[in-house]
């Protein structure tokens, strides 16, 4: 099978490929197939019979679980296991068990080699490519982590079909946002309501690939899949992580962020007419009430602000994006009221 594209390691992407992922990798050690124990019999399974022979180690799903406790008990699983430097790691899951077990790989004897079987639309086109592992602190979340690229992405899009309608609507808005940020055909899949699953995932993720294959340390280029984020994460905070998925609350980020781009003279009215209501026909999760102090507070704590004033991405036009620097506490104001408002 070839690959979608390698960037450098190879993503694949195409329907019933969970039972193939042993003979789509380079021959090699131990296996050892991480899932959740709520994925386990479903797909972790199909993928461990997919080798030779294959562990299977599972722990319990959910954000409360994206800890340092839960990697260290995958190493400890490892270790009693007798994992060896040559093992190998095949994440099966969504974001959470990616970025989790992902994690653990990263820091097992400094760190062995991690294949992503993402399971989640969010995890498809998101998480699974670009390096980033992490678990959450006390404090705030993927704040312990680490950048451990993945040697393969196996994305099969059958599993899609069990997903929960909030769980796909998640990972349709990431995938939109990356129309808005450099794909004006995958924006206009959603435009003019052809969403077609497949193609859409295989838009996205070149848009992400790309991205972070131009920029593989975080610099300019990769801040433009910040867009819709900082008050996205001002209202996931806000929400207390609940009632919302994170795609939902990244449509009402990139709403607010075109009303202070239109603001600012940054991008016609006409263009952000067009993705407001692109984003809106999608149906994002209705807002509660909510305070909107509430969600300036929370984005202080924003890892993109550099100190000096805060850093936004904005859109100029629907495939053109930048990153605007100074931003003042009341147009984050302004564009936090226009989606309260308006939600
Ligand atoms: N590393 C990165 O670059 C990056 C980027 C974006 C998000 N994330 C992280 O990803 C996580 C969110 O991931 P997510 O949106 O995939 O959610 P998730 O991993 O929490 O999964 C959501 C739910 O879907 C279930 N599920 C998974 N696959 C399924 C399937 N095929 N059918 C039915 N149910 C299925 C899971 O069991 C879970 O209950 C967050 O922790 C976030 O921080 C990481």
Redesign the pocket.
Known sequence: MTPLLTIPYPIFVGHDLLDRVGSLLEPRGRVFVIT?T??RERFGERVAKSFAQADIIAFE?G?AH?TLATAEGIVTEFLERNAKRDSLAVVV?????G?TAGFAASIFLRGIDLVHVP??L??QV??SI?G???VNHAKG??LIGSFHPPVAVVSDIS??E???PH?RR?GLFEALKGGVIADPELFAMFEEQRVDVEQVVRRAIKVKADIVAADEKEADLRRWLNYGHTIAHGIEAAMHYEGI??GEAVAWGMIAANAIAVNRGLLPERERARIDDTIRAHEPAALPQLDPEAILAATEHDKKNTGRGRVMVLPHAVGRVGVITGIGEDELRYGVDAVLTRS
Request: aromatic fraction near 0%; proline fraction near 3%; avoid cysteine.
């Open positions: 959740s709520q994925l799903e954000e994206k899951g969504g974001g959470m068990v970025d399971t989640t969010l995890a998101d998480s670009g980033k592992v992490a979340k993927n599993v899609l069990t997903l929960p769980e998640s998925t994170h």
